[in-house]
Nanobody, 121 residues
Framework: QVQLVESGGGLVQAGGSLRLSCAAS????????MGWYRQALGKQRELVAV???????DYADSVKGRFTISVDYAKNTVYLQMNSLKPEDTDVYYC???????????????WGQGTQVTVSS
């Protein structure tokens, strides 16, 4: 059984920084992809940043230059460093991962419970 647990959200003033963490636990053979998505009330969930097992990253245009995704493979943990936060970054942020459960192609894909980020103006 794989679980994703996010932490690090909170309230911050515009221009400030937060670092989100998402720890994957369970019988994990390896990580294919881990990423962060966000969803505000009444809006669709959107990609913020993703990192592959090969280290490639992709970011939403709205966060490029401000957010950085990284992963600690030893800890099966992905981070999202958020700098120069803006009020429009206020959202619930969700961790997403695709992990390998063995070396035969079995994968698990799921979501964390979400962590609230609120940026005041």
């Amino acid at each position: 059984q794989v679980q994703l647990v996010e932490s690090g959200g909170g309230l911050v003033q515009a221009g400030g920084s937060l670092r989100l963490s998402c720890a994957a636990s369970g019988r994990i053979f390896g990580i294919n992809d881990m990423g962060w998505y966000r969803q505000a009330l009444g809006k669709q969930r959107e990609l913020v940043a993703v990192i592959t097992g090969g280290g490639s990253t992709d970011y939403a245009d709205s966060v490029k230059g401000r957010f950085t995704i990284s992963v600690d493979y030893a800890k099966n943990t992905v981070y999202l460093q958020m700098n120069s936060l803006k009020p429009e970054d206020t959202d619930v942020y969700y961790c997403n991962a695709e992990v390998r459960l063995d070396n035969d192609g079995t994968t698990w894909h799921g979501w964390g419970q979400g962590t609230q980020v609120t940026v005041s103006s």
